[in-house]
């Protein structure tokens, strides 16, 4: 129904940046919020950040300062800019977007498939 690819992920070291992205596809009517998780090793699945469709933005204290959420509705599309990456920042990055579908009443959330994020000390 509705896929949620990701990209941007990979190794990099302590103080570096990346950018994650994530495309919505399928049978969309409109896109309510989207955010990023996060899971490390042994740990349970955490909220990063999530943005509003009008853009209203929201962090975890961890990264606030350091990360930023954006998004184009027209694309479809929502990004994560991760600056100062610290090595307590490896994890799976998960995307999710709460989503109204085309054809079923109700909102429905949906997530990717997850992107590796690793930083070195």
């Known amino acids: 129904q509705v896929q949620l690819a990701e990209s941007g992920g990979g190794l990099v070291q302590a103080g570096g940046s990346l950018r994650l992205s994530c495309a919505a596809s399928?049978?969309?009517?409109?896109?309510?919020?989207m955010g990023w998780y996060r899971q490390a090793p042994g740990k349970q699945r955490e909220l990063v950040a999530d943005?509003?469709?009008?853009?209203?933005?929201n962090y975890a204290d961890a990264v606030k300062g350091r990360f930023a959420i954006s998004r184009d509705n027209a694309k479809k599309t929502v990004y994560l800019q991760m600056n100062s990456l610290e090595p307590e920042d490896t994890a799976v990055y998960f995307c999710?977007?709460?989503?109204?579908?085309?054809?079923?009443?109700?909102?429905?959330?949906?997530w990717g498939q997850g992107t590796q994020v690793t930083v070195s000390s």
């Open positions: 399928g049978i969309i009517n409109t896109i309510n919020a």
């Open positions: 943005i509003t469709s009008g853009g209203r933005t």
């Open positions: 999710n977007a709460n989503v109204k579908l085309t054809f079923r009443s109700g909102a429905y959330d949906f």
